[in-house]
């Protein structure tokens, strides 16, 4: 699961675009992006503890590739921390309802993915194959 998500956010934003050459939409589409990658680390941390750092560093990843200008790194920066705090709260600790919620977290970055993706890749190409997909239990399983 978490590679699917991971492999969707590093592909919409792996293309040769700065943040400040992006729409207003594509730019709100970045911080909604943000929002989610803060939740999934949340519901990472409930369950691989609080030392667990790997969504803050696809995070920083994700700013450090689109370089963005002040106005909107603060927007991303803001937008994971809330993200990250609206689910640190709601989820304590691991459990079914902290891996619903990941599974969740992963099919709404899924969803903004795409649309960056769809938007960066031109109609004469073929789209990015999907790596993985999702079992009914939220495990992820190769194609």
């Known amino acids: 699961m978490r590679r699917l998500m991971l492999t969707l956010a590093l592909a ?3 293309f040769p675009v700065l943040a400040q ?5 594509q730019r709100q589409s970045l911080v909604d992006l943000a929002y989610v990658l803060g939740e999934s680390h949340a519901l990472r941390q409930a369950c691989a503890g609080a030392e667990d750092q790997f969504w803050r560093t696809r995070m920083m990843n994700l700013v450090s590739n689109e370089k963005p ?3 909107l790194d603060g927007r991303l920066k803001e937008s994971f921390n809330t993200g990250f705090a609206s689910r640190q709260t709601e989820f304590q600790s691991c459990g079914p309802a902290s891996r619903r919620a990941e599974l969740a977290a992963a099919n709404h970055g899924l969803d903004i ?3 960056l993706a769809k938007v960066m890749i031109k109609t004469d190409r073929e789209p990015l194959p999907t790596i993985f997909e999702m079992n009914a239990t939220g495990e ?3 194609r």
């Open 12 to 14: 919409a934003v792996a």
């Open 21 to 25: 050459d992006r729409s207003p939409a």
């Open 69 to 71: 200008d002040a106005a």
């Open 113 to 115: 993915s795409k649309r």
């Open 140 to 142: 992820q399983a190769p």
